[in-house]
């Protein structure tokens, strides 16, 4: 008999808090010009993208009474997909503060409201740009995923 591993799931009220989060230091990032506030915030997302999401600040407040004070159901979801989309945020986040270190701030700015851009759309949405990309990922079979029931391109 096969012995099948149930997928970690994560609660979507938490994950849309830490992207309204997300907001929040993107929104003072881009209004102040501080890159160091995107280096932080990637680092944030690296590590929750590594499945150390108790060691996550942004995850921490997630975590407390704040998602119960807001109009997000709770509901639970792959954690997958949403590491993949951290991963991606990580990698957007340290870009853009590593682009604002060296002095360039015009992509700095670009890179950062794209950023926010796909946070406003998981708050407020619940539309995942990473979430999506892995639906493609796995459809095009760069990723195996037996029943990704959350994907937006299930195979079933």
């Known amino acids: 008999m096969e012995n099948k591993q149930i997928p970690e799931r994560v609660q979507e009220n938490r994950v849309r808090t ?54 997000f159901r709770k509901r639970l ?13 990580a990698i957007l986040a340290i870009t853009a503060g590593a682009s604002g270190l060296l002095g360039h701030f015009i992509p700095m700015y670009y890179i950062t409201a794209t950023l926010l851009l796909f946070s406003v759309l998981e708050t407020f949405f619940k539309f995942c740009a990473g979430c999506l990309i892995f639906g493609f990922l796995i459809q095009l079979k760069f990723i195996k995923e037996e029943n990704c029931t959350d994907c937006s391109f299930n195979t079933e």
């Open 18 to 71: 830490v992207a309204l989060e997300v907001i929040i230091i993107s929104s003072a990032s881009l209004i102040s010009g501080q890159a160091v506030l995107m280096i932080l915030l990637g680092a944030d997302f690296l590590i929750r993208a590594l499945g150390f999401s108790r060691y996550s600040p942004l995850a921490m407040i997630s975590r407390s009474s704040l998602p119960d004070l807001l109009p």
């Open 77 to 89: 979801i792959l954690a997958r997909p949403k590491k993949f989309a951290a991963s991606i945020g």
